[in-house]
């Protein structure tokens, strides 16, 4: 399940997912995957397009969130 807000999110820096993928390693086509399937959260903007927290990629990339929870596909 994924956690999709359509909420305005001020001041937080928001990546792309091939910003995300580029930090991962993977194709930006993974990045959608974990979102669909729950494994990090991504919000989407008025034109549909999907884009996640700075501060939540940099913790899952610092261990700060568990490893599992981005599971190599």
């Not at 994924?2 to 194709?27: K, Q, W, Y």
């Not at 959260?41 to 490893?67: C, F, K, Q, V, W």
């Amino acid at each position: 399940m994924t956690t999709e807000l359509n909420l305005p999110v001020e001041s937080e820096a928001l990546l792309t997912p091939s910003e995300v993928a580029a930090m991962f390693r993977v194709d930006p086509k993974t990045v959608t995957r974990w979102a669909k399937a729950g494994k990090i959260s991504a919000i989407r903007t008025l034109g549909g397009h999907r884009r996640y927290r700075e501060s939540e990629i940099r913790s899952l990339i610092n261990g700060e969130i568990p490893a599992q929870r981005v599971a190599a596909e």
